[in-house]
């Protein structure tokens, strides 16, 4: 019989759920083509201007990706470990 007061430790996650590039990439690719086909059609929408901080916001967010990734290289203790 186990004792049930001790905590066990949840299985870590798969890589690939882990893993949030591909769906910043996603993202980012899909809000460029957004732009790019706005600017195309129809310049004067105010959906050109949301596609393209959407399109901005994705490069942001590969940059988080990366601080917290060299953070977790280098051992920083409060770095979200992949």
């Known amino acids: 019989m186990t004792d049930d007061t001790q905590l066990r430790t949840p299985p870590a996650l798969p890589a690939r759920w882990v893993d949030a590039r591909p769906l910043v990439g996603i993202g980012t690719a899909g ?30 967010g590969f940059a988080v990706i990366y601080w917290q990734r060299s953070a977790a290289r280098r051992g920083v203790r409060g770095a979200q470990q992949v």
Request: charged content about 5%; overall charge neutral.
């Open 31 to 60: 809000w460029f083509v957004a732009w790019i086909t706005l600017l195309i059609v129809d310049r004067s929408t105010a959906w050109l201007w949301v596609s393209l901080a959407g399109w901005v916001l994705g490069f942001g």
